[in-house]
Each structure stands twice: as structure tokens, then as C-alpha cells.
């Protein structure tokens, strides 16, 4: 075998299994943080759902906000093919991340308010509409930082998820109100929508074969 192949073979497995050990242990924190510090779990079950799709943005808004602001470190982690696509592509990266780590935080938030919560409904309030600020302010603002390609994925996202909240609401609420299945809840429904978006994302960048390890 060529020495020269070997490395670029070996390079995207090996990117992969970093990432995933980082992502597994990047879980097992959240999810202890979460037992110790709020109420979600203790709550209902429909709060610790909601709190650990909160879990999930903010480990992916601090696995890609990191890796983007040090782009040889990031390099390893990250799907990408080096270090200069994410020094390119910096802007939009840095502000998704921050819109994801606030809608992290304000899924959370949301998780311990309500019947039982701890948290005072003026925070939980104020917390949604700053963070839905920010994320709209952020997402409108790196817009223009896309390339073409980047903004066709992101209106395929927004298309899938949406569809599948719809397609998932509608069989939930047929079920739901002949008996056959719980009640829409607030938080479940929170959960339902921030859920489907994010894998609404995943499904759209695969399509596009973008999830390939590279």
C-alpha cells in the first residue's frame, strides 16, 4: 500500500471515533450537571425530555464554537477537510453556535418553570424572548456569510422539520383525543419542535451527503 494513501484513509475514521468518544463524554456530563443542578428530573418526564434536547444544542454549540475558534484543534474533531474551511466559513459557524447555545440555555430554563419548577415565570418568559431575539438576530445577521449551497441546506432543514412536526402533531393529536395515546403538553410540544429542527438539520446535510467523514 502507498504510505502517502494510508493516512487519508485512516484520517476520517479516526476523526470519527474522536468525535464521538468527545461527544459521549460531553453527554455524560450534561446529563449529571442536569441531575444535580435542576429540578427536570424530578419534575415530569416531559421536562427532563425537554431539558436534555436543550443538553444536546448547547454541547453542539460548544463543540463547534470551540472548534471554530481554534480551527487546528477543530480540524480534528470537526467535519471538515482542514483547518481553512473553518477560518472561511468562521462568521456563520461562531453565530450559529451562539443561536444554538441561547436556545440551549432557554429550552432548559423552560424545562424547570411551570407547575413544580424553580424557576419564576418572568425569568422563563424573559428568557424566551431574549434568546428568540438573539437567535433571530444571529441567524439573519450570518446569512450573508453563506455560500449557495449552505443556504439550500438550511431552507431543506426548516422544510423536513417542519414536516415532520406537522406529520407528528397531527397522528398525536388524533391519538390523543380518542384516548389512545397523552395528552399535547406544553413542554412536550417544545421539545417536539426544537427536536425535529435539529434532526431535521441532520437529515438535510446528509442528503446531501455532507455527513460523510471526511
Same mark, same amino acid.
Given at each position: ?15 470519527? /471515533?474522536? %468525535? ?48 471554530? /475558534? ?21 462568521? %456563520?459557524?461562531?453565530?450559529? %453556535? ?11 430554563? /423552560? ?104
Amino acid at each position: 500500500m502507498n504510505p502517502s494513501v494510508k493516512p487519508s484513509l485512516h484520517r476520517p475514521l479516526r476523526k470519527m /471515533l474522536i %468525535s464521538a468518544l468527545l461527544g459521549a463524554i460531553a453527554g455524560f456530563f450534561g446529563v449529571t450537571l442536569l441531575f444535580r443542578w435542576t429540578d427536570a428530573p424530578t419534575v415530569a418526564g416531559s421536562s427532563m425530555i425537554l431539558s436534555g434536547v436543550g443538553i444536546a444544542y448547547l454541547a453542539m454549540a460548544l463543540f463547534v464554537g470551540i472548534g471554530t /475558534l481554534m480551527p487546528k484543534a477543530g480540524s480534528k474533531v470537526l467535519n471538515v477537510e482542514d483547518s481553512d474551511e473553518l477560518v472561511e466559513n468562521r462568521q %456563520s459557524l461562531l453565530g450559529s %453556535s451562539l443561536a444554538n447555545g441561547v436556545l440551549g440555555v432557554m429550552m432548559i430554563v /423552560l424545562a424547570n418553570s411551570g407547575t413544580g419548577g424553580t424557576v419564576p415565570v418572568s425569568i422563563a418568559v424573559g428568557t424566551v424572548i431574549v434568546a428568540l431575539a438573539v437567535a433571530g438576530f444571529l441567524i439573519v445577521k450570518t446569512w450573508k456569510y453563506q455560500d449557495e449551497l449552505m443556504r439550500q441546506v438550511s431552507l431543506e432543514a426548516g422544510s423536513i422539520a417542519g414536516a415532520m412536526v406537522i406529520a407528528t402533531l397531527l397522528v398525536w393529536g388524533a391519538f390523543s383525543m380518542n384516548g389512545m395515546g397523552p395528552a399535547i403538553e406544553a413542554k412536550s410540544m417544545i421539545a417536539l419542535v426544537m427536536g425535529m429542527t435539529l434532526l431535521g438539520a441532520f437529515v438535510a446535510t446528509g442528503a446531501r451527503g455532507m455527513l460523510t467523514p471526511r
